[in-house]
Structures are given as C-alpha cells and as structure tokens.
C-alpha cells in the first residue's frame, strides 16, 4: 500500500464469516474430537449394557427365577414373562438411550468449554479485536456449537437406538422406527443432547469460568435430578411432589425421550421438552446479556 | 487515526484512565510511554472495544471499533501475544481471525511467511517460545493489512534479534504511511523506535510531543563540578541562576549553567576547582523523574536523590 488510504470491499464483516471462523476454531482443537467421541461411546456403550441388562432380567424370569434367583411359582411364570416382555418391548427406544444420562454430562462439558476456553486461555480478546460485534460473534458461536451439538446428538442417539434394538431383538423385546411414538423418543434424544449442550453454553457465557460452568450445569441437569429422588415433597395438600418433580431441568426435557411416562413426570413429551428449552434459552439470554455489557 | 477525548475508565475504586485526550497521527511510530500500571494497557483495551470507558470516547477512523465496516482491515493489534488457543494451530489461529473479516487464506500464508512462521504454522501454538508467540501475535495484526497498528509492549522478553525484527517491522509499517501506537515502559526503546511520544502517568497525560521535543525538554544539561569549597561555590551558583545539588565527597551538579558560567564564577572569587564538566541527565532518568509522582506502587528502595518535576517544553 502507498499511503494510509486503503480501499476495503463493499459491505461489512458479518455473521456469514464470523460462522465460518467459529466452525474452524470449533474444528481446530482436540478437545471436541475427544469430548464427541466420548459422547458417543458413553451413550452408545451404557444404551447397550442396559439393554443387555434387561434380556438377562427376561432370560432369568423365563428360566423360573427372579432377578435376584429367587424361584417363581411354577404357575406364575408364564404370566411374568408376557408382563416383563411387554413392560421391556413398551420401553425398549428409551432403554436404548438410557447412556443419555451419562451423555448429557459430556455435551455440557463441550458447551462450556465452546465458550469458557477463550476466556481461559485469553483468546476472547483477540476475537473481539478482530470481530467486535459482539452479537455476531455469540450468535455465530452458539449456532455452529448447537448444530455441531445437534448433529452428533442426533447420530449419537441412533446409533444407541440400533445397537440397543439388536441386543434386545436376540429376546425378541426390541421395537422399530415404525411404532407409534419411537421416532420422537429417538429423534428427541438427539435434541435433548443439543439443548443441554446449549444450556451449558450460556453458563458458560455467563460464567466465563470452565470448571464454574461445568459444575452449575451438572448441578442443573444431574444433582437436582438426583436430589428430587431423596427429598420429601412438601407438606400434602399444599401441592404435592410431582408438580415440582417434572419442573426439575432433567424430568422435563427427558420426557422427549422417556417412552414410558414414569408416573411423576406429568409433562407431555414436547410440552416438558419445551419447558427445557425455555431454561436453556434463559442461560443464553442471560449470557448474551452479559457479554455484550461487561468488559471482556 | 486514533483519537481519544476525555478518556475515563474506571474499575470500582481505581481510575486506570483518568480523562486522557490526544490522537495518533499516521505516518509515524508513536509511543505510548508510562510506567508499569500507568494505564497503557487499559487505554488500548478501550481502543479495541474490550472495555467501555466510564466517559469519554475514543475512535479509530471517526469510529468506535463496533462501527467499523473491516475491523481487521482499518485496525490490527497485538495485546497480549498469549492470548490464543494453545491447542490450534498457526495456521488455523489465523484463519478463524481472517475469515471473521473475509480475508482469504491466501492472506493467512502471506504473514505466516512475513513473520517467519511458515515452517511451524502447523504446529500447535502452546509449543511455541516467547519469541514465536509475539511473531504470531504480529501476523494476526498484519493479516487485515490495516492503516492502523497497535503494539503492546511487544518488545518485553524477547532476544536482542527479536527486538530488532520488531523495531525494523514498525519503521518499516510506519514509513509505508501507517499509523502505529506501540507501548513501552522503557524509554530507551522509544528514543529507538519513537517519532512521538504519548507520556501517561496513573492514567493522567503527562506529555504529548515529539521525541526531540521531550529529549530537550527533558534531558537537562548540568554541570558537574569538584571543588574543596562547595558551600562557597554553592552560594554564588545559587546567586547566579544556578540549582545546586550536593553529590557528597565535594561534588556538586549544577543545573541552569553551563561549565563556562561556573568555571568565571570560580576563578573570579578564587576558588579552587578540581573537577570541571558537563553532564546529562539520561533520558531514561528524566522519564523516572517526570513520572515518579505518577508510580502506582512505589518500591521500598532507599532512594535520597531530591525529585525534579520536570515542567518544562510542551507538558501537558
């Protein structure tokens, strides 16, 4: 150049290439092969243990003996078999996806690292001098982590569904695509991982702080999970146990996934799964809040 | 062009920036000169948009950096030359920053090869040493070929080769007809680089002129001067216009005369002298002493040399 004036294209950087730069950096780093690759092994691995579970709980109660090996009245056994057998064929899509569980931790650490290792590692600062839009920039980021998200949420959740349907067929207690409601649960596995991926990217936002936003999302999506199992309900005739039950993050949007209604979870599928989303787009609204107010 | 007006920034009890104006003017290296916790860092933070100022404004082009059309391309800065993703690669760092600004990766080979990379641009940046960091940090700068370069101490922990590669590169943006604002603490590296100078001291502007200006303004002539009869001495340089400081050991500085003025007043009234010259105080000195009473953190080192607010030339 000859001088200070300089001749730049029409227009203006955008949303277009700010996508593609978040896709590279979100493509350059280990951290996503390996925390993916754990998604699906974890989903894919746990749906089948569990369905492998449930053939021997069949093959035991066939074979005239409880679980635990307790002996069946010669009588009953018959009938216990058509129950367990019908009770398994019912649920056989979500117990293929049970590793979702486990999976919903992995893609939480993912979505909170998307966003909490530029902070770490200082990088925010040189993005936001080089593309200081801030709303593009968050807005690019989450839409390449929430398709990468979707994307392997998606393949992660069908591949747990045929490998579990396999291991259940060998009892004949496996289900199909074609049955009413089992391409939701399976497609719902799917965006269930993505929405908590997202959840944890607006943690991760608002928090800025990788093991911070790590840590609240496991809270969030797992430990009020478990707690609402241990608590007792608040006082009876005031309003009972399940009204809080199904708004706890995980009962709520697992109902997409959960065949079987499991009784304290009053949501329909998508009505829960809606509620989900509306935390998750709570955590990203107050993140990109944030981010566009505070110094960086 | 930068111009800061009234530039505040304050951060809960502490006014980093404290109402500074002044601009940046292309064509020429400009540095930005305080000491450590002056507030250097901070102003070129506001610059970039990282932080908002509590007051003031300050645009590049006639515009803050959320307005510019090409960020990139009117504007490029090295901050902190470890603020990357250690785990990406060269080239992969400096493509997701090019294609924010839809700068081709073409571009990307183009500075990986001006700033000597070419050979480790796969490789992962945390393998990186000091000195290929700040390379890094200096490519990302370059990759929109902007009009505008900032440099925040890019010379701190580098080798005697490294320093040199980044002083020719800004003489070398600067004669192009760029516009470059590089910070130091140090002033021997700006009375190197520096056409002018930008003074801060606890985020107040001290000075705002050229680097001959501040060295003549600053860099006083003194007169150093031996003799058995200081407190004779003494008295008639402070008569004649003199500032007379005691070295000890018979030693005498005197600023206000020249050596000529101070030897006539000795041999008019008989006293004898033993050591006669000039002196100057060393610009690295005249920056402590102008900047003293702007240190954040004094260190606890005895120091009984008497302090010399320097308010002389084009001071602001």
Same mark, same amino acid.
């Given at each position: 150049?000859?001088?200070?004036?300089?001749?730049?294209?029409?227009?203006?950087?955008?949303?277009?290439?700010?996508?593609?730069?978040?896709?590279?950096?979100?493509? +350059? *780093?280990? +951290?996503?092969?390996?925390?993916?690759?754990?998604?699906?092994?974890?989903?894919?691995?746990?749906?089948?243990?569990? %369905?492998?579970?449930?053939?021997?709980?069949?093959?035991?109660?066939?074979?005239?003996?409880?679980?635990?090996?307790?002996?069946?009245?010669?009588?009953?056994?018959?009938?216990?078999?058509?129950?367990?057998? &019908?009770?398994?064929?019912?649920?056989?899509?979500?117990?293929?996806?049970?590793?979702?569980?486990?999976?919903?931790?992995?893609?939480?650490?993912?979505? $909170?690292?998307?966003?909490?290792?530029?902070?770490?590692?200082?990088?925010?600062?040189? %993005?936001?001098?080089?593309?200081?839009?801030?709303?593009?920039?968050?807005?690019?980021?989450?839409?390449?982590?929430?398709?990468? $998200?979707?994307?392997?949420?998606?393949?992660?959740?069908?591949? &747990?569904?045929?490998?579990?349907?396999?291991?259940?067929?060998?009892?004949?207690?496996?289900?199909?695509?074609?049955?009413?409601?089992?391409?939701?649960?399976?497609?719902?596995?799917?965006?269930?991982?993505?929405?908590?991926?997202?959840?944890?990217?607006?943690?991760?936002?608002?928090?800025?702080?990788?093991?911070?936003?790590?840590?609240?999302?496991?809270?969030?999506?797992?430990? #009020?999970?478990?707690? +609402?199992?241990?608590?007792?309900?608040?006082?009876?005739?005031?309003?009972?146990?399940?009204?809080?039950?199904?708004?706890?993050?995980?009962?709520?949007?697992?109902?997409?996934?959960?065949?079987?209604?499991?009784?304290?979870? =009053?949501?329909?599928?998508?009505?829960?799964?809606?509620?989900?989303?509306?935390?998750?787009?709570?955590?990203?609204?107050?993140?990109?809040?944030?981010?566009?107010?505070?110094?960086? | 062009?930068?111009?800061?007006?009234?530039?505040?920034?304050?951060?809960?009890?502490?006014?980093?920036?404290?109402?500074?104006?002044?601009?940046? !003017? =292309?064509?020429?290296?400009?540095?930005?000169?305080?000491?450590?916790?002056?507030?250097?860092?901070?102003?070129?933070?506001?610059?970039?948009?990282?932080?908002?100022?509590?007051?003031?404004?300050?645009?590049?082009?006639?515009?803050?950096?959320?307005?510019?059309?090409?960020?990139?391309?009117?504007?490029?800065?090295?901050?902190?030359?470890?603020?990357?993703?250690?785990?990406?690669?060269?080239?992969?760092?400096?493509?997701?920053?090019?294609?924010?600004?839809? #700068?081709?990766?073409?571009?990307?080979?183009?500075?990986?090869?001006?700033?000597?990379?070419?050979?480790?641009?796969?490789?992962?940046?945390?393998?990186? %040493?000091?000195?290929?960091?700040?390379?890094?940090?200096?490519?990302?700068?370059?990759?929109?070929?902007?009009?505008?370069?900032?440099?925040?101490?890019?010379?701190?922990?580098?080798?005697?080769?490294?320093?040199?590669?980044?002083?020719?590169?800004?003489?070398?943006?600067?004669?192009?007809?760029?516009? *470059?604002?590089?910070?130091?603490?140090?002033?021997?590296?700006? !009375?190197?680089?520096?056409?002018?100078?930008?003074?801060?001291?606890?985020?107040?502007?001290?000075?705002?002129?050229?680097?001959? @200006?501040?060295?003549?303004?600053?860099?006083?002539?003194?007169?150093?001067?031996?003799?058995?009869?200081?407190?004779?001495?003494?008295?008639?340089? &402070?008569?004649?216009?003199?500032?007379?400081?005691?070295?000890?050991?018979?030693?005498?500085?005197?600023?206000?005369?020249? =050596?000529?003025? *101070?030897?006539?007043?000795?041999?008019?009234?008989?006293?004898?002298?033993? @050591?006669?010259?000039?002196?100057?105080? %060393?610009?690295?000195?005249?920056?402590?002493?102008?900047?003293?009473?702007?240190? !954040?953190?004094?260190?606890?080192?005895?120091?009984?040399?008497?302090?010399?607010?320097?308010?002389?030339?084009?001071?602001?």
């Amino acid at each position: 150049m000859g001088g200070a004036v300089m001749h730049h294209p029409a227009g203006r950087a955008g949303f277009l290439g700010t996508l593609r730069s978040e896709f590279t950096k979100i493509r +350059s *780093v280990r +951290s996503t092969y390996w925390t993916l690759l754990a998604l699906v092994i974890a989903c894919v691995g746990i749906g089948a243990l569990f %369905s492998w579970g449930q053939t021997q709980r069949l093959m035991r109660i066939s074979g005239g003996t409880t679980l635990r090996g307790r002996p069946l009245p010669p009588g009953a056994v018959a009938g216990a078999v058509a129950h367990v057998a &019908a009770e398994i064929r019912s649920s056989a899509a979500s117990i293929s996806l049970f590793g979702l569980l486990i999976g919903q931790l992995i893609i939480i650490v993912l979505g $909170a690292l998307v966003i909490t290792s530029e902070y770490s590692t200082g990088m925010i600062r040189t %993005s936001l001098s080089t593309m200081p839009r801030r709303g593009t920039i968050f807005a690019a980021k989450g839409v390449v982590f929430g398709a990468v $998200a979707l994307v392997t949420g998606l393949v992660t959740s069908f591949l &747990a569904f045929f490998v579990g349907q396999a291991i259940l067929s060998t009892q004949h207690v496996s289900t199909t695509l074609g049955q009413p409601d089992v391409p939701r649960t399976v497609i719902g596995g799917g965006l269930f991982l993505a929405v908590c991926g997202l959840l944890s990217f607006g943690l991760g936002m608002v928090l800025r702080h990788t093991a911070g936003a790590i840590a609240t999302g496991i809270g969030l999506m797992f430990v #009020l999970w478990i707690l +609402s199992g241990f608590l007792p309900g608040p006082p009876s005739g005031w309003f009972g146990q399940a009204d809080i039950d199904k708004w706890i993050p995980f009962n709520a949007g697992s109902t997409i996934w959960e065949h079987q209604a499991n009784g304290i979870n =009053p949501f329909s599928p998508w009505i829960g799964f809606g509620v989900f989303c509306g935390y998750a787009a709570a955590a990203i609204i107050a993140g990109l809040f944030l981010f566009r107010k505070r110094d960086a | 062009m930068i111009e800061a007006r009234s530039l505040t920034k304050r951060y809960g009890d502490t006014l980093a920036v404290d109402n500074l104006s002044f601009s940046v !003017e =292309p064509g020429k290296i400009t540095g930005f000169l305080g000491p450590n916790g002056a507030g250097k860092t901070t102003t070129m933070r506001l610059i970039l948009g990282l932080d908002r100022p509590t007051r003031g404004t300050v645009t590049v082009n006639g515009k803050t950096l959320e307005h510019l059309a090409w960020p990139m391309r009117e504007v490029g800065a090295l901050l902190d030359a470890k603020a990357v993703h250690g785990g990406r690669s060269a080239y992969n760092h400096l493509l997701c920053l090019a294609q924010t600004n839809n #700068l081709s990766e073409h571009r990307v080979d183009e500075v990986l090869a001006l700033a000597g990379l070419k050979d480790v641009a796969r490789k992962r940046s945390k393998g990186f %040493s000091l000195g290929m960091g700040q390379r890094l940090g200096i490519a990302a700068a370059l990759l929109g070929d902007p009009a505008i370069l900032m440099f925040d101490e890019p010379v701190n922990g580098l080798d005697p080769e490294g320093i040199l590669w980044i002083r020719n590169l800004m003489k070398a943006l600067a004669a192009e007809g760029r516009t *470059v604002f590089v910070s130091s603490h140090l002033m021997s590296e700006m !009375e190197n680089t520096a056409d002018h100078l930008i003074v801060i001291g606890r985020g107040r502007l001290i000075a705002d002129c050229t680097v001959d @200006e501040f060295i003549a303004a600053n860099s006083r002539q003194t007169v150093r001067v031996r003799t058995p009869q200081p407190d004779q001495l003494a008295k008639l340089a &402070a008569a004649a216009g003199g500032t007379v400081r005691d070295d000890g050991d018979g030693v005498m500085i005197v600023q206000g005369l020249v =050596p000529a003025q *101070v030897g006539d007043l000795a041999f008019e009234n008989s006293i004898r002298l033993h @050591e006669l010259a000039p002196a100057h105080a %060393s610009l690295e000195q005249a920056f402590m002493e102008l900047t003293a009473s702007s240190v !954040e953190f004094h260190a606890g080192i005895p120091d009984d040399r008497p302090r010399h607010p320097a308010h002389a030339g084009k001071v602001a």
